[in-house]
């Protein structure tokens, strides 16, 4: 993809996210900073290496990968391919510090990590005795590396009996599993799929009736969540990063935001 349809590919997500007046809005925003000369808050700095729990647990969870990076010639058509944000792995501290604000007994639950990406949450799940945890990627070759991940992490903590798995394909086909949920998305897709997706979920509540948690970590389409009828917001919060994730974040990001969301009645 050329750096000229990778912007035009960017205003779309923007418009598809915020509407018109957000895009422009956004664009003011940023010449103004440009005109100043003030770096624009968000923007990635440079690679500042392994991440420590790569470094600890022998795995690949570091990197920012765009979402145009994921678009091959075959595959730029692909609506899904076209909407997805890309890969940035949580920070371990601020994910587990959700997990335990939602204070849920594990082992009633499936783990699903929607966009898994390299799999950072999948993995960071696994300290909590899930019934089982699943990381469903759309590009074969993040799945490929979550993968390599989970044959290679080799934490002490980490919970071997917890069935886990990694599945490619494109999470608005995905046959969600029987029994209660936690979701976890951290911001995989744009609004065109992210409606598509919340539609799948509604269809899978009528035919089976259970609790779902969903987990958003940075959350540009909150909005659509607390618009969907059968979700029912618990908290939006900021939480901490430990010292050591903020070293290692690419954005001098201090927390990770992140909203709850629990089902209702779906009719």
Request: charged share 20%; glycine share 6%.
């Amino acid at each position: 993809m050329s750096e000229r349809q990778a912007h035009i590919r960017r205003a779309r997500h923007w418009i598809a996210n915020r509407g018109w007046r957000g895009f422009f809005d956004e664009l003011l925003w940023r010449t103004r900073l440009t005109l100043k000369g003030q770096a624009i808050p968000g923007r990635p700095g440079p690679e500042v290496g392994p991440h420590p729990f790569d470094l600890a647990y022998n795995v690949d969870t570091t990197g920012l990968v765009w979402g145009e990076s994921l678009l091959t010639t075959a595959g730029s058509h692909d609506p899904a391919k076209y909407w997805a944000t890309g890969y940035y792995g949580v920070a371990p501290s601020s994910f587990q510090d959700a997990l335990k604000r939602l204070a849920l007994d594990w082992s009633q639950y499936t783990f699903i990590d929607i966009g898994c990406g390299k799999g950072r949450a999948l993995l960071l799940a696994l300290r909590h005795p899930f019934q089982a945890a699943i990381g469903v990627e759309l590009s074969p070759e993040l799945a490929a590396v979550a993968e390599a991940n989970l044959h290679s992490f080799n934490a002490p903590w980490r919970i071997s009996s917890v069935p886990t798995r990694v599945l490619t394909g494109d999470a608005t086909n995905f046959e969600f599993p029987q029994g209660p949920l936690v979701l976890y998305l951290y911001h995989p897709f744009a609004a065109p799929v992210m409606r598509r997706f919340l539609d799948h979920l509604g269809r899978s509540l009528r035919e089976n009736p259970r609790t779902v948690y969903v987990l958003y970590t940075n959350p540009e389409l909150m909005k659509i969540l607390d618009t969907t009828p059968f979700l029912t917001k618990l908290w939006d919060a900021h939480f901490a990063m430990s010292k050591e994730d903020v070293a290692a974040d690419r954005f001098s990001s201090t927390f990770e935001r992140m909203t709850a969301y629990r089902t209702e009645s779906v009719r």
